[in-house]
């Protein structure tokens, strides 16, 4: 049995640390914590994370498929549409201008799906303060940020349990932070437009 320091998902939290501190410091994802935040900002940042999924879930699902998730129920596109239609707003207009992240096999799939799947860890904290912020819930505006509810820490747990089982059967645990480091640098440069 490898040590914890050596599996997959010990690797990947402590090679990406810096991109996902870089990541946490962007002004428009701080002020997701904000009791001043306008619902205007709230529609901006709803709007980056639409685009970020367009972009990547359907691939990154797609090269996932037989590792033993539910990829069906943590799509995160559904929960985006939920929320901009109880608020109101209609679905953005997407207009790609490439990806910036290459996803053409399982290593690069689950280095995003590592990405995907940890913000719903810290989605739960912005859920919290959206509920104060802006009264918003998971049947009203948030269902992005409460994503699974109590579910969350299980279906993380399971996703970990995924990439260590992936690396021990030859998994590439490099290509996987690779990836991880360019989906956190892309969502990073979105916010800041």
């Given at each position: 049995?490898?040590?914890?320091?050596?599996?997959?998902?010990?690797?990947?939290?402590?090679?990406?640390?810096?991109?996902?501190?870089?990541?946490?410091?962007?002004?428009?994802?701080?002020?997701?914590?904000?009791?001043?935040?306008?619902?205007?900002?709230?529609?901006?940042?709803?709007?980056?994370?639409?685009?970020?999924?367009?972009d990547y879930e359907t691939l990154t699902m797609h090269h996932c498929a037989g590792l033993g998730l539910d990829l069906q129920a943590r799509r995160k596109l559904p929960?985006?549409?939920?929320?901009?239609?109880?608020?109101?707003?209609?679905?953005?207009?997407?207009?790609?201008?490439?990806?910036?992240?290459?996803?053409?096999?399982?290593?690069?799939?689950?280095?995003?799906?590592?990405?995907?799947?940890?913000?719903?860890?810290?989605?739960?904290?912005?859920?919290?303060?959206?509920?104060?912020?802006?009264?918003?819930?998971?049947?009203?505006?948030?269902?992005?940020?409460?994503?699974?509810?109590?579910?969350?820490?299980?279906?993380?747990?399971?996703?970990?349990?995924?990439?260590?089982?992936?690396?021990?059967?030859?998994?590439?645990?490099?290509?996987?932070?690779?990836?991880?480091?360019?989906?956190?640098a892309d969502l990073e440069s979105r916010l800041k437009h």
């Open positions: 049995m490898p040590s914890t320091d050596t599996l997959a998902s010990s690797q990947l939290k402590q090679q990406t640390a810096s991109a996902h501190r870089g990541l946490d410091t962007q002004p428009l994802l701080r002020e997701l914590l904000s009791p001043q935040l306008t619902l205007a900002r709230y529609v901006e940042a709803l709007t980056v994370f639409y685009g970020f999924y367009s929960l985006l549409e939920r929320d901009f239609a109880a608020l109101g707003t209609s679905l953005p207009i997407r207009q790609s201008a490439g990806l910036g992240v290459a996803i053409a096999d399982q290593d690069q799939a689950l280095g995003m799906l590592y990405v995907m799947e940890g913000s719903t860890l810290g989605g739960q904290v912005i859920a919290r303060s959206l509920s104060r912020s802006l009264g918003l819930t998971e049947t009203h505006g948030a269902a992005y940020f409460h994503s699974y509810g109590s579910a969350v820490v299980p279906r993380w747990q399971e996703t970990q349990a995924a990439l260590n089982a992936f690396q021990a059967n030859g998994g590439s645990v490099q290509q996987m932070v690779v990836t991880a480091i360019s989906a956190f």
